[in-house]
Protein backbone atom coordinates (compact mmCIF):
# COMPACT_ATOMS: atom_id res chain seq x y z
CA UNK A 1 0.00 0.00 0.00
CA UNK A 2 1.31 3.21 -1.24
CA UNK A 3 1.67 5.92 1.97
CA UNK A 4 2.35 8.79 1.79
CA UNK A 5 3.01 10.88 5.84
CA UNK A 6 3.83 14.45 5.26
CA UNK A 7 5.13 16.57 8.85
CA UNK A 8 6.63 19.91 9.37
CA UNK A 9 4.14 22.29 8.95
CA UNK A 10 3.72 24.99 11.31
CA UNK A 11 3.29 28.69 12.35
CA UNK A 12 6.07 31.07 10.82
CA UNK A 13 6.54 33.99 10.55
CA UNK A 14 6.53 36.45 7.60
CA UNK A 15 10.08 36.19 5.43
CA UNK A 16 10.80 32.86 7.75
CA UNK A 17 12.18 29.65 6.48
CA UNK A 18 10.23 26.22 7.15
CA UNK A 19 11.29 22.64 5.86
CA UNK A 20 8.08 20.44 5.16
CA UNK A 21 9.45 16.01 4.87
CA UNK A 22 7.39 13.74 3.25
CA UNK A 23 8.07 9.56 4.11
CA UNK A 24 7.51 7.74 1.08
CA UNK A 25 6.65 3.59 1.61
CA UNK A 26 4.92 1.34 -0.40
CA UNK A 27 6.25 1.94 -3.81
CA UNK A 28 10.11 2.17 -5.76
CA UNK A 29 10.88 6.03 -4.21
CA UNK A 30 13.81 5.94 -6.30
CA UNK A 31 11.95 5.34 -9.44
CA UNK A 32 8.79 7.62 -8.92
CA UNK A 33 8.90 11.47 -10.05
CA UNK A 34 7.14 13.76 -6.43
CA UNK A 35 5.30 16.55 -6.60
CA UNK A 36 4.20 19.02 -3.97
CA UNK A 37 0.46 20.10 -4.36
CA UNK A 38 -0.84 23.13 -1.86
CA UNK A 39 -4.08 24.21 -1.11
CA UNK A 40 -4.72 27.75 0.85
CA UNK A 41 -7.92 27.46 2.76
CA UNK A 42 -10.97 27.12 1.50
CA UNK A 43 -9.58 27.43 -1.91
CA UNK A 44 -8.57 25.06 -4.99
CA UNK A 45 -5.59 23.29 -5.69
CA UNK A 46 -2.23 24.88 -6.66
CA UNK A 47 0.94 22.71 -7.89
CA UNK A 48 4.08 23.91 -6.19
CA UNK A 49 6.93 22.23 -8.34
CA UNK A 50 7.83 17.90 -9.43
CA UNK A 51 11.26 16.28 -8.75
CA UNK A 52 12.02 13.65 -11.36
CA UNK A 53 13.70 10.26 -9.89
CA UNK A 54 17.85 10.51 -10.61
CA UNK A 55 17.68 8.08 -13.38
CA UNK A 56 15.40 10.47 -15.30
CA UNK A 57 18.03 13.23 -14.30
CA UNK A 58 16.60 14.68 -11.18
CA UNK A 59 15.41 17.59 -12.76
CA UNK A 60 13.21 20.02 -10.49
CA UNK A 61 10.51 22.57 -12.14
CA UNK A 62 8.43 25.39 -9.87
CA UNK A 63 5.91 26.83 -10.32
CA UNK A 64 6.07 31.26 -10.87
CA UNK A 65 4.47 32.17 -6.97
CA UNK A 66 7.20 29.97 -5.61
CA UNK A 67 10.55 29.64 -7.99
CA UNK A 68 13.45 30.84 -6.33
CA UNK A 69 12.29 31.25 -2.98
CA UNK A 70 11.00 26.87 -2.97
CA UNK A 71 13.39 24.25 -3.39
CA UNK A 72 12.43 20.95 -3.57
CA UNK A 73 15.16 17.77 -3.07
CA UNK A 74 14.77 13.93 -2.03
CA UNK A 75 17.13 11.56 0.03
CA UNK A 76 16.49 8.17 -2.37
CA UNK A 77 18.48 6.31 0.52
CA UNK A 78 15.60 7.10 2.94
CA UNK A 79 12.86 7.81 1.10
CA UNK A 80 11.80 11.05 2.22
CA UNK A 81 11.02 13.99 0.01
CA UNK A 82 11.67 17.89 1.17
CA UNK A 83 9.78 20.72 0.67
CA UNK A 84 12.12 23.88 1.76
CA UNK A 85 10.87 26.96 1.65
CA UNK A 86 12.02 30.30 2.53
CA UNK A 87 10.87 33.63 2.23
CA UNK A 88 7.93 32.78 3.42
CA UNK A 89 4.51 35.26 2.32
CA UNK A 90 1.51 35.07 4.31
CA UNK A 91 -0.02 34.29 1.08
CA UNK A 92 1.97 30.83 1.09
CA UNK A 93 -0.33 29.51 4.16
CA UNK A 94 -1.79 26.65 2.80
CA UNK A 95 -2.18 22.81 3.74
CA UNK A 96 0.99 21.26 1.56
CA UNK A 97 0.54 17.76 0.23
CA UNK A 98 3.14 15.21 -1.48
CA UNK A 99 2.23 13.69 -4.14
CA UNK A 100 3.65 11.43 -6.88
CA UNK A 101 3.49 11.87 -10.06
CA UNK A 102 3.46 10.83 -13.84
CA UNK A 103 3.19 12.41 -16.75
CA UNK A 104 1.36 15.40 -14.81
CA UNK A 105 -1.09 12.43 -13.17
CA UNK A 106 -0.93 12.62 -9.78
CA UNK A 107 -1.71 9.18 -8.28
CA UNK A 108 -1.23 9.41 -4.79
CA UNK A 109 -1.62 12.23 -2.01
CA UNK A 110 -0.76 12.36 1.25
CA UNK A 111 -2.68 13.73 3.76
CA UNK A 112 -1.49 16.96 3.58
CA UNK A 113 0.61 19.50 5.91
CA UNK A 114 -0.45 22.97 7.42
CA UNK A 115 1.91 25.60 7.24
CA UNK A 116 0.26 28.74 8.61
CA UNK A 117 2.36 32.14 7.69
CA UNK A 118 1.41 34.83 10.11
CA UNK A 119 2.90 37.34 12.11
CA UNK B 1 -2.52 29.62 -22.29
CA UNK B 2 -1.87 27.75 -19.23
CA UNK B 3 -4.94 27.84 -17.33
CA UNK B 4 -7.80 25.41 -17.55
CA UNK B 5 -11.24 26.61 -16.40
CA UNK B 6 -14.49 24.96 -14.56
CA UNK B 7 -17.56 25.85 -13.56
CA UNK B 8 -17.76 26.93 -9.50
CA UNK B 9 -20.59 24.61 -9.10
CA UNK B 10 -23.00 21.88 -10.57
CA UNK B 11 -26.19 20.40 -9.50
CA UNK B 12 -27.54 16.79 -10.21
CA UNK B 13 -30.75 15.02 -9.07
CA UNK B 14 -29.98 11.83 -7.24
CA UNK B 15 -29.37 8.84 -9.88
CA UNK B 16 -29.58 11.24 -12.99
CA UNK B 17 -26.14 11.88 -15.18
CA UNK B 18 -23.85 15.13 -14.61
CA UNK B 19 -21.22 16.10 -16.84
CA UNK B 20 -18.24 18.36 -15.26
CA UNK B 21 -16.36 20.32 -17.71
CA UNK B 22 -12.84 21.80 -18.16
CA UNK B 23 -11.08 23.78 -20.85
CA UNK B 24 -7.98 24.65 -21.54
CA UNK B 25 -5.82 24.99 -24.04
CA UNK B 26 -3.43 22.46 -22.86
CA UNK B 27 -6.40 20.15 -23.45
CA UNK B 28 -5.18 20.25 -27.10
CA UNK B 29 -2.42 18.45 -26.23
CA UNK B 30 -2.42 16.66 -22.93
CA UNK B 31 -5.40 14.55 -21.62
CA UNK B 32 -7.13 15.98 -18.30
CA UNK B 33 -6.72 14.33 -15.23
CA UNK B 34 -9.63 14.19 -12.71
CA UNK B 35 -10.13 14.27 -8.54
CA UNK B 36 -12.74 14.21 -6.30
CA UNK B 37 -11.87 15.61 -2.94
CA UNK B 38 -14.49 15.54 0.13
CA UNK B 39 -14.30 17.74 2.91
CA UNK B 40 -11.42 17.31 5.28
CA UNK B 41 -9.70 15.18 2.96
CA UNK B 42 -6.99 14.60 0.38
CA UNK B 43 -8.19 14.69 -2.96
CA UNK B 44 -8.47 11.15 -4.82
CA UNK B 45 -7.42 10.44 -8.81
CA UNK B 46 -10.72 9.28 -10.37
CA UNK B 47 -9.75 9.44 -14.00
CA UNK B 48 -6.79 9.96 -16.25
CA UNK B 49 -5.49 9.02 -19.42
CA UNK B 50 -8.10 9.16 -22.35
CA UNK B 51 -10.52 7.30 -20.05
CA UNK B 52 -8.96 5.30 -17.19
CA UNK B 53 -10.21 4.88 -13.54
CA UNK B 54 -7.67 3.73 -10.99
CA UNK B 55 -8.72 0.89 -8.85
CA UNK B 56 -11.93 1.22 -6.33
CA UNK B 57 -13.22 3.82 -8.52
CA UNK B 58 -17.21 2.96 -9.70
CA UNK B 59 -17.69 2.31 -13.42
CA UNK B 60 -20.06 5.12 -12.99
CA UNK B 61 -17.07 7.82 -13.51
CA UNK B 62 -16.05 8.19 -16.53
CA UNK B 63 -13.70 10.70 -18.30
CA UNK B 64 -13.82 11.93 -22.57
CA UNK B 65 -11.86 15.34 -24.09
CA UNK B 66 -12.94 17.18 -27.11
CA UNK B 67 -10.42 19.78 -28.58
CA UNK B 68 -9.77 22.21 -25.69
CA UNK B 69 -12.08 20.54 -23.34
CA UNK B 70 -12.24 17.47 -21.39
CA UNK B 71 -15.10 16.29 -19.25
CA UNK B 72 -16.02 14.13 -16.35
CA UNK B 73 -19.28 12.35 -16.58
CA UNK B 74 -21.07 10.50 -13.71
CA UNK B 75 -23.80 8.49 -14.64
CA UNK B 76 -26.54 7.50 -12.34
CA UNK B 77 -24.90 10.16 -9.17
CA UNK B 78 -24.92 8.79 -5.64
CA UNK B 79 -25.24 11.27 -2.43
CA UNK B 80 -21.81 9.99 -1.70
CA UNK B 81 -20.68 11.56 -5.10
CA UNK B 82 -21.08 15.31 -3.60
CA UNK B 83 -17.40 16.67 -3.42
CA UNK B 84 -15.39 19.00 -4.98
CA UNK B 85 -13.84 18.07 -8.52
CA UNK B 86 -10.67 19.38 -9.85
CA UNK B 87 -8.93 18.80 -13.14
CA UNK B 88 -5.32 19.14 -13.84
CA UNK B 89 -3.02 18.68 -17.17
CA UNK B 90 0.62 19.92 -18.14
CA UNK B 91 0.76 23.11 -19.50
CA UNK B 92 1.71 23.69 -23.23
CA UNK B 93 5.68 23.40 -22.37
CA UNK B 94 4.66 19.78 -20.65
CA UNK B 95 7.19 20.73 -17.97
CA UNK B 96 4.77 22.16 -15.29
CA UNK B 97 1.43 21.26 -14.09
CA UNK B 98 -2.11 23.13 -13.51
CA UNK B 99 -5.42 22.91 -12.14
CA UNK B 100 -8.49 24.17 -12.91
CA UNK B 101 -10.52 26.01 -10.23
CA UNK B 102 -12.63 23.01 -8.85
CA UNK B 103 -16.12 22.32 -9.48
CA UNK B 104 -18.58 22.07 -6.25
CA UNK B 105 -21.04 19.10 -7.17
CA UNK B 106 -23.99 18.90 -5.26
CA UNK B 107 -26.35 15.73 -5.41
CA UNK B 108 -29.85 17.12 -4.23
Known amino acids: EVQLVESGGGLVKPGGSLRLSCAASGFSFSNAWMSWVRQAPGKGLEWVGR??????????DYAAPVKGRFTISRDDSKNPLYLQMSSLKTEDTAVYYCTTIVRGVIYYWGQGTLVTVSS | SSELTQDPAVSVALGQTVRITCQGDSLRKYYASWYQQKPGQAPVLVIY???NRPSGIPDRFSGSSSGNTASLTITGAQAEDEADYYC???????????FGGGTKLTVL
Open chain 2, 49 to 51: GKN
Open chain 1, 51 to 60: IKSKTDGGTR
Open chain 2, 88 to 98: NSRDSSGNHVV
